[in-house]
Protein backbone atom coordinates (compact mmCIF):
# COMPACT_ATOMS: atom_id res chain seq x y z
CA UNK A 1 0.00 0.00 0.00
CA UNK A 2 1.23 3.46 -0.81
CA UNK A 3 2.13 5.67 2.49
CA UNK A 4 1.55 9.40 2.63
CA UNK A 5 3.85 12.21 3.52
CA UNK A 6 3.05 12.29 7.12
CA UNK A 7 3.84 8.95 8.78
CA UNK A 8 2.84 8.30 13.22
CA UNK A 9 4.30 5.16 13.86
CA UNK A 10 3.44 3.96 17.37
CA UNK A 11 6.01 1.57 19.03
CA UNK A 12 9.47 2.21 19.44
CA UNK A 13 10.89 -0.95 19.27
CA UNK A 14 13.18 -2.59 16.79
CA UNK A 15 10.64 -2.58 14.48
CA UNK A 16 9.00 0.74 15.32
CA UNK A 17 12.90 2.22 14.54
CA UNK A 18 13.62 0.17 11.52
CA UNK A 19 10.32 1.16 9.86
CA UNK A 20 10.39 4.81 10.62
CA UNK A 21 14.23 4.63 9.17
CA UNK A 22 13.50 3.34 6.22
CA UNK A 23 9.93 4.86 5.66
CA UNK A 24 12.00 8.90 5.09
CA UNK A 25 14.05 7.21 2.27
CA UNK A 26 11.77 4.48 0.45
CA UNK A 27 10.18 6.71 -2.52
CA UNK A 28 6.70 5.17 -3.37
CA UNK A 29 7.50 5.70 -6.75
CA UNK A 30 10.60 3.40 -7.05
CA UNK A 31 9.05 0.13 -8.26
CA UNK A 32 10.80 -1.80 -5.79
CA UNK A 33 13.63 -0.87 -2.96
CA UNK A 34 16.95 -1.09 -4.26
CA UNK A 35 19.77 -4.04 -4.19
CA UNK A 36 22.97 -3.87 -2.67
CA UNK A 37 24.39 -3.14 -6.31
CA UNK A 38 22.06 -0.09 -6.57
CA UNK A 39 23.43 2.06 -3.98
CA UNK A 40 25.56 5.20 -4.14
CA UNK A 41 28.60 3.93 -2.04
CA UNK A 42 30.53 7.27 -2.33
CA UNK A 43 27.03 8.72 -1.15
CA UNK A 44 26.83 7.09 1.77
CA UNK A 45 30.43 7.77 3.08
CA UNK A 46 29.63 11.22 1.95
CA UNK A 47 26.08 11.57 4.15
CA UNK A 48 28.20 9.33 7.56
CA UNK A 49 31.40 11.88 7.12
CA UNK A 50 33.48 8.98 6.01
CA UNK A 51 37.05 9.89 4.44
CA UNK A 52 37.48 7.58 1.71
CA UNK A 53 41.23 8.38 1.31
CA UNK A 54 41.74 8.32 4.87
CA UNK A 55 43.84 11.36 5.23
CA UNK A 56 42.02 12.69 8.10
CA UNK A 57 42.12 11.75 11.73
CA UNK A 58 40.55 9.14 12.36
CA UNK A 59 38.91 8.06 8.45
CA UNK A 60 36.74 10.94 9.50
CA UNK A 61 35.92 13.73 7.52
CA UNK A 62 36.02 17.43 9.28
CA UNK A 63 33.00 18.98 6.82
CA UNK A 64 29.16 18.92 7.94
CA UNK A 65 28.17 15.84 6.41
CA UNK A 66 25.24 15.65 3.87
CA UNK A 67 21.82 14.84 4.91
CA UNK A 68 19.43 13.25 1.80
CA UNK A 69 16.48 15.09 1.95
CA UNK A 70 13.62 12.86 3.60
CA UNK A 71 10.38 11.26 1.29
CA UNK A 72 8.05 11.73 4.61
CA UNK A 73 7.70 12.92 7.87
CA UNK A 74 7.70 10.73 10.83
CA UNK A 75 6.35 10.63 14.74
CA UNK A 76 7.80 7.70 16.38
CA UNK A 77 5.98 7.08 19.54
CA UNK A 78 6.19 4.81 22.68
CA UNK A 79 3.91 4.57 25.35
CA UNK A 80 6.33 3.95 27.76
CA UNK A 81 8.41 6.74 29.91
CA UNK A 82 11.76 6.89 28.70
CA UNK A 83 14.72 6.83 26.20
CA UNK A 84 13.41 5.63 22.62
CA UNK A 85 15.13 2.88 21.53
CA UNK A 86 16.53 1.53 24.85
CA UNK A 87 15.85 -1.85 24.27
CA UNK A 88 17.70 -1.62 21.54
CA UNK A 89 21.03 -3.97 20.61
CA UNK A 90 23.70 -2.14 22.82
CA UNK A 91 26.57 -1.82 19.78
CA UNK A 92 23.51 -0.59 17.67
CA UNK A 93 20.88 0.89 19.42
CA UNK A 94 23.17 4.50 19.38
CA UNK A 95 23.79 4.40 15.24
CA UNK A 96 19.43 3.62 15.15
CA UNK A 97 19.14 6.68 17.58
CA UNK A 98 21.59 8.84 15.78
CA UNK A 99 20.32 7.86 11.78
CA UNK A 100 16.40 9.27 12.93
CA UNK A 101 17.59 12.13 15.00
CA UNK A 102 20.29 13.07 12.14
CA UNK A 103 17.52 12.74 9.12
CA UNK A 104 15.63 15.87 10.56
CA UNK A 105 12.57 13.97 9.50
CA UNK A 106 11.81 11.99 12.99
CA UNK A 107 10.21 13.27 15.67
CA UNK A 108 10.96 11.29 18.78
CA UNK A 109 7.82 11.00 21.64
CA UNK A 110 7.59 9.08 24.65
CA UNK A 111 4.84 8.87 27.51
CA UNK A 112 6.91 10.95 29.87
CA UNK A 113 7.91 13.98 27.06
CA UNK A 114 4.03 15.47 26.72
CA UNK A 115 1.79 16.10 29.79
CA UNK A 116 -0.69 17.37 27.23
CA UNK A 117 -3.28 15.31 24.62
CA UNK A 118 -2.05 16.02 21.10
CA UNK A 119 -4.13 15.24 17.94
CA UNK A 120 -1.45 13.97 15.33
CA UNK A 121 -2.00 15.22 12.11
CA UNK A 122 -1.06 12.43 9.38
CA UNK A 123 -1.59 10.33 6.32
CA UNK A 124 -0.87 7.29 7.79
CA UNK A 125 -0.50 5.28 11.23
CA UNK A 126 1.72 2.41 11.36
CA UNK A 127 1.49 0.08 14.75
CA UNK A 128 4.52 -1.40 15.67
CA UNK A 129 4.11 -2.58 19.28
CA UNK A 130 4.01 -5.90 21.22
CA UNK A 131 4.45 -9.35 20.63
CA UNK A 132 1.31 -10.67 20.29
CA UNK A 133 -1.08 -9.93 17.54
CA UNK A 134 -3.64 -7.85 18.77
CA UNK A 135 -6.21 -6.40 16.46
CA UNK A 136 -8.82 -4.84 18.93
CA UNK A 137 -7.85 -1.26 16.66
CA UNK A 138 -7.74 -3.07 13.52
CA UNK A 139 -11.15 -4.03 14.18
CA UNK A 140 -13.08 -0.88 15.87
CA UNK A 141 -11.31 1.11 12.55
CA UNK A 142 -12.88 -1.25 10.10
CA UNK A 143 -16.28 -0.77 12.27
CA UNK A 144 -16.03 3.01 12.15
CA UNK A 145 -15.45 3.27 8.46
CA UNK A 146 -14.98 -0.39 6.48
CA UNK A 147 -11.74 0.87 4.44
CA UNK A 148 -9.26 2.18 7.50
CA UNK A 149 -8.22 -0.90 8.12
CA UNK A 150 -5.73 -3.17 6.11
CA UNK A 151 -4.27 -0.46 3.99
Known amino acids: AKVGRKVAVIGAGGIGFDVSEYLPHHN ?4 HDKNANQIDVDHFLEEWGV ?9 LLSTAN ?11 MQRKKGKLGAGLGKTTGWIHRSTLT ?14 ETRVI ?18 T ?12
Not at 102 to 115: C, F, T
Not at 140 to 149: M, N, R, S, Y
Open 28 to 31: DKDE
Open 51 to 59: DKSNSQRGG
Open 66 to 76: IISKPHREIIL
Open 102 to 115: RSNAVEMVSKGDKK
Open 121 to 138: DCDNVILCAGQMSKRDLE
Open 140 to 151: AAFDAGGDLASK
